[in-house]
């Protein structure tokens, strides 16, 4: 039971579709780590959000959320009873949020495109007692570009801040417990934060210059931490062939500022927009879940998710507000190979978007439609 149905759960961890603080769009999960023996894995996950609203001026803001894919992959060896490593590979923040130009006259053609990667090396000893302690370094490069446009972005409407591509390294440290006679197991992960310096241009569409674009001052450095957080997840046998499991993730997304320098300097030298770019609230997500094995090789899930509102008004380009959902999955065992499928749907909460305390448009009834596969072999 420990391995058919643990699989299935750990999905939720390892290919299940977030859209948690608006970029995180795959959990950062080291469940590869407690498997069995020595475990390869592929993961592969895609979602379609349907984010629209309306704006201050009355005018509908389109569908502002572009579908998204995002992979993974895991390796695990056991080297003696008590050592083991892993390597992982995963793309765990992303933006593709596009407000399209013509809809809302005060945030049509604001964008933001984000991609990055994570790449994780740990390390377990697990002692006779089956407590466990973990440690791991982390490298990250990312890249992106915003765009602000539209009338609630005033004389800096049209202004552009492209991020080239930068590295950061961070680091992640926990603990765990197992009690293999009933599938239980319980972790606690801390993954801290991860700073880059990206080399950043900024510039503004100007009349004057036949609509061409006119840099804002010279290259300059923008500092963008990565939030920190805390992973608790659990699982347990709770009858034959029946687990119960479930996470509680905490991430400090207000630590996550993107402030290009023309942008939040004082005047003259710069707009004295001083929260830069983008500002988001920090965020607790809950999942609870229950496996069941069918037979040999079929086990399945169902797990509901829960993240609780913050206060308003949020980021454009982070446009709900908490959200609730639920999600199904089945996995296929066939000798060392395990075959896992998911697909997850969840309500969006509505959110009041804009700068300060300025709302710029009203978001509602959203929703986000995702699924996620993974394929395992143990060796």
Partial sequence: MKTTLGSVAALLMTAAPLFAGGIERAPQSINAIFEPGNYAEFSFGHANPRVDGT??????????????????????????????????VETPFGSDVVYPAGRSVVLGGTKAEVSSATFTGIVRYKADNNIG?????????????????????????????????????????????????IAARVS???????????????????????????????????????????????????????LLFGSVRWVKWSEFKVKPAFLTVPPPRGAGITEGIVSLDDT????????????????????????????????????????????????????????????????????????????????KDNSILGVGVRVGYSF
């Fill in 55 to 88: 704006d201050v001026a009355g005018f509908r803001t389109g569908s502002v959320g572009k579908s998204y894919s995002f992979g993974g992959f895991a390796y695990k060896t056991q080297i003696n009873d008590h050592w083991s490593a892993a390597f992982l």
């Fill in 133 to 181: 302690v973990h440690a791991g370094i982390r490298a990250s490069r990312a890249s992106g570009t915003v765009d602000l446009v539209g009338a609630g972005y005033g004389p800096l409407s049209t202004y552009r801040a492209d991020l080239d591509t930068s590295w950061g390294t961070g680091w992640l440290a926990g603990v765990s417990w197992e009690r293999p006679d």
């Fill in 188 to 242: 606690l992960t801390y993954q801290s934060e991860i700073s880059h310096d990206f080399d950043t241009n900024e510039s503004i569409t100007s009349p004057l210059a036949g609509g061409a674009r006119v840099p804002l001052g010279g290259q300059t450095t923008t500092e963008v931490t990565t939030p920190r957080s805390w992973n608790l997840e659990g699982q347990t046998g709770i009858a034959a062939d029946t």
């Fill in 284 to 363: 607790i997500t809950y999942t609870l879940g229950v496996g069941r094995k069918f037979n040999d090789n079929w086990s399945g899930l169902m797990a509901v998710v829960y993240e609780p509102k913050n206060d308003e008004p949020l980021s454009p380009l982070a446009p709900y507000n908490g959200r609730k959902g639920i999600s199904l999955g089945a996995s296929y065992t066939q000798g060392a190979m395990k075959v896992t499928g998911i697909v997850s749907y969840s309500r969006l909460g509505d959110a009041a978007v804009g700068r300060g305390e300025t709302t710029y448009a009203n978001m």
